[in-house]
């Protein structure tokens, strides 16, 4: 029996297939339009989904959509007319789609992939608690979910077992945690849904000074973690901004104007949200924790892709154990909502151990075999050497001790925002300059943000106060004290991104300036080439950890096939490229000619 769940329409529309409630292909639209966080109706993303399997819509037994419309529209109206006159640009550019298309979703999805069968509409909240709980290890836990907005539902808590979720409490549109997050995101300077992590990669070089007015002014924050938000300081209900003027008096002038420089001011706001937000998410997970007695915590919605308040909430209790959805925000919502269809509409048992999830990594995107890569790489006629993987590993293992960087295309594509070493860009860890090198030069983006240590699982608290498994990059954790370099007396005197070059450990390049770490544990099963890399880089060179950041470069989505990957390696200082059992050397690649003629020539403009 398959089943196919869809989302789309806000942002990162996405597509899963899951076959006899196993979890078989999933992927989000941007990969295959190379729009980043495109929120059009997924029919690529369908298509590989459908394609992998060799199926026809009609063999599908179910589709599943990850919200309900009308109860969307229902907010949407009510809302408006709640603040009206004020909204009204808005109402007027939002109704037209609505009217067209969104209010027949059920006719739209057949039509748009020829499909005549059954189509179900789970709650919003009630996919991203499914994509949670149904695929974590537990055979029971505590479900959080919490982002901007689903129908009405912005944050929602419960408890799965067996095959049952059962959501408890919520809070409601206009009081959010992710709207609050995304609208000091946006007072910030940085772009809704996508820069979320920016101010959470820039909260440790400010001081949390702003945390009493924002308690004090536009949240009234109780013990249980349910809050209230006082909306005369935002806009986003009635108008097409975040914030309004009596916010901007508030914190002392307009929002940061985007791409300018970044000052000590956008620091501390960074932090006070930070930390206003990790109160948010202790309380209610403590509230949670009372209301179930659960030992096990799952987390979905874009609110848990915050690997900092992750990491905080795990290492501060009351939970013994956290598994959270790697395609925690939208994208996830397609495989929430698949996954409601196979145990709830469909009422099939469910089996876990308590050990292993049934997530595979999340390595469930499109894979291309050696012989499609030689195709590629003959019809361009592009100079590569050819080795085994003993070979290949060994390789580049030497290359990465050299401070070379490596893109690295290997195997099934990642479902979610980070790369896990599938489509990841690797350099030494161990290198004081790469941090710098790959930000500036690689990715092409603010030279403050931090990048992620990819280490073996069986090594991860050699390096790091961890003492579980991170394999989706959705924890963060200090560096070990005994690796720690302490700072200087001249070093503590500095302020805000003069911090930023202080070598802070014997891993610097992945060691935030608060000696945190965003950290990935690499399975032998689940990616047993990716863990092979590493294990040569060990044996060689004595580390179990090197830098891993996402194949790609800012504003794009990360690649997806061949020609994405030599493109993305050509356009920047990448030394070599991996594509497959294949080697590719920049020093010996003929130049590209300019933008347009590299996507026409590769097919991709």
């Avoid at 609208?183 to 809704?192: D, E, Q, R, S």
């Avoid at 019809?379 to 001790?401: H, M, Q, R, W």
Wanted: glycine letters at 8%; aromatic letters at 12%.
């Amino acid at each position: 029996m398959y089943i196919l769940g869809i989302s789309a329409f806000y942002h990162d529309s996405a597509a899963c297939l899951i076959k006899d409630g196993d979890i078989i292909a999933a992927a989000q639209e941007e990969r295959f339009t190379r729009k980043k966080h495109d929120h059009n109706f997924p029919a690529k993303a369908i298509n590989y989904c459908l394609s992998s399997q060799n199926l026809k819509p009609d063999d599908l037994a179910l589709v599943a959509f990850y919200d309900k419309p009308f109860l969307k529209f229902e907010r949407l109206l009510e809302t408006y007319l709640a603040f009206a006159p004020l909204g009204f640009s808005s109402f007027i550019k939002s109704m037209p789609l609505w009217i067209k298309e969104k209010l027949w979703m059920k006719e739209y999805i057949k039509s748009q992939i020829g499909y005549s069968g059954k189509v179900i509409f789970p709650e919003h909240h009630e996919s991203h608690a499914a994509s949670a709980f149904f695929p974590s290890p537990f055979t029971e836990a505590a479900i959080l979910t919490m982002d901007g907005v689903g129908e009405w539902t912005t944050t929602s808590c419960g408890k799965g077992s067996g095959n049952n979720i059962e959501l408890f409490s919520e809070i409601k549109f206009p009081h959010s945690l992710g709207l609050l997050y995304s609208a000091f995101t946006y007072y910030a300077g940085f772009k809704v849904n996508s820069g979320e992590y920016k101010v959470m990669g820039l909260a440790p070089y400010g001081e949390p000074k702003y945390v009493p007015l924002i308690f004090e002014h536009l949240i009234d924050l109780k013990e249980d973690g349910s809050f209230r938000m006082n909306m005369d300081y935002f806009n986003y209900c009635a108008g097409l901004t975040m914030t309004n003027s009596k916010f901007h008096n508030l914190f002392g002038g307009p929002p940061r104007i985007p791409e300018s420089k970044l000052t000590q001011k956008e620091m501390d706001i960074a932090r006070s949200i930070q930390d206003v937000t990790e109160e948010i998410v202790f309380r209610l997970g403590k509230h949670i924790h009372k209301e179930t007695g659960s030992k096990n915590l799952c987390l979905a919605g874009g609110v848990a892709l915050n690997c900092v308040a992750n990491g905080k909430l795990l290492k501060q209790g009351p939970f013994e154990n956290i598994w959270i959805q790697p395609a925690a925000g939208d994208a996830g919502g397609a495989l929430g909502a698949a996954l409601v269809g196979w145990y709830n509409y469909f009422g099939n048992p469910r089996s876990a151990d308590n050990v292993n999830d049934s997530q595979k990594g999340s390595y469930l995107g499109p894979e291309f075999n050696d012989d499609e890569i030689l195709s590629f790489l003959n019809s361009k006629s592009l100079p590569y050497k050819k080795f085994n993987n003993g070979e290949l590993t060994s390789k580049v293992a030497d290359l990465i001790a050299s401070e070379k960087i490596i893109g690295w295309f290997s195997g099934r594509m990642e479902f979610g925002p980070r790369a896990l070493g599938s489509r990841s860009i690797i350099g030494d860890a161990r290198s004081s300059k790469m941090q710098a090198l790959m930000n500036i030069k690689i990715k092409f983006r603010e030279g403050f943000r931090p990048f992620a240590p990819s280490v073996l699982e069986e090594n991860v608290s050699d390096y790091f106060d961890l003492n579980c498994e991170s394999p989706y990059m959705l924890l963060v954790a200090d560096v070990k004290k005994d690796r720690q370099k302490k700072m200087t007396s001249d070093d503590e005197k500095l302020f805000g991104i003069d911090k930023l070059n202080i070598l802070r450990s014997d891993i610097p390049a992945v060691t935030h300036i608060d000696y945190s770490a965003r950290i990935q544990t690499v399975n032998k099963k689940t990616n047993p080439l990716y863990h092979k890399l590493i294990s040569d880089f060990k044996d060689k060179f004595g580390y179990a950890v090197i830098v891993n950041t996402s194949f790609n470069v800012r504003g794009e989505p990360i690649v997806c096939t061949p020609a994405d990957a030599y493109l993305c390696f050509m356009r920047t200082n990448i030394d070599y490229l991996v594509l497959g059992s294949y080697l590719l050397s920049k020093d010996e690649q003929h130049p590209l000619n300019n933008d347009s003629d590299w996507k026409k020539e590769f097919g991709l403009d």
